[in-house]
């Protein structure tokens, strides 16, 4: 079993990222590899804070390490939240206040299309490679369900008619945005 460090402190995505890379690697977090403090995160797009958290890693473990970036693509919203997705109702990562703020910035909003995005840039023997993964979907007017994290009841991905939220974890990793961008990362790093 293989040992490679993700840039996470969050248990949700760790995993779901677990989950698709399977048991032929084992995760190890930003924590367990003695990265403590909060890694910075100020690039303008995806593909930014993905490669400065990877580097930050990489630079003070000197260790195989990647990092992601995700972030839910509003049509109406001009690509809002974007990369501030996380943040959208401001410090904190509260989840609940984010929807609430999407949800009011949509209201009577027609064209409901989204997308998310994951970036993920993973360090291997000190150069970089960048994967990305995307999923095609809408925002719904109401959450639904009670699964997943983060924007997952309100997003509907194409093809759909329930929420990320109501997919099992296995029927969403399927089809995500984070699930896509894993499996390429598996795959290349599968045939290392």
Known sequence: MREIVFAT???HKL???????????RLVTAAGAGITEEI???????????????????ERQGVDC???DTGLEVDALGGAPGVHSA???GEGHDFEANNRLLLENLEGAADRSARFRTVISLILDGREYLFEGR???RIAESRSGCGGFGYDPLFIPEGSEVSFAEMTADEKNAISHRGRAVRQLAEFLKNR
């Open 9 to 11: 402190g969050n248990a």
């Open 15 to 25: 995993a779901e990222v677990q989950a698709v890379l399977g048991d032929e690697f």
């Open 40 to 58: 910075p995160e100020t690039g303008l797009t995806l593909e930014q804070n993905a490669s400065q958290k990877s580097h930050y890693l990489y």
């Open 66 to 68: 990647f990092a992601d």
């Open 87 to 89: 943040r959208y109702a």
């Open 135 to 137: 999923v095609e979907g």
